[in-house]
């Protein structure tokens, strides 16, 4: 059993609609911690970069979702909504999303994970 006062909770703010990626069918989760001596303006820029490209992925639920960590400034947040975890391994098993990610992971941690929504009614 998880102990709940050992979980953390980071927060971003966003300026975009939210309800199209945390009501697809797979939501993409992934956390960005800076490393030691690197830039978070340099994350923050390519975070830029990559959101655009997601943007425009075949399954994508637009508006990705990005930002820094309210909480912690060396962490950075992404949320991308997908048509399935498939949608999601085809669009960056495609050679144009490598160079992006090889330029993300030289300056920080990347941890990905996936959940499958429901509303809850």
Known sequence: ?????????????VSVDFNPAFS????????????PGQSA???ASLGGELVKMLDAATGVHAPTLWGQSIE???KFLLVV???SLEAHQAAVSGGSFSGIITQLTE??????KHAHMKKNA
């Open 1 to 13: 059993m998880v102990d709940p006062t050992a979980m953390k909770r980071d927060h971003i703010n």
């Open 24 to 35: 697809a069918p797979a939501v993409e989760y992934g956390v960005l911690t800076l490393k």
């Open 41 to 43: 303006d340099k994350l």
């Open 72 to 74: 912690d400034g060396n």
């Open 81 to 83: 909504g997908w048509d």
């Open 107 to 112: 300056i920080a941690e990347l941890s990905v």
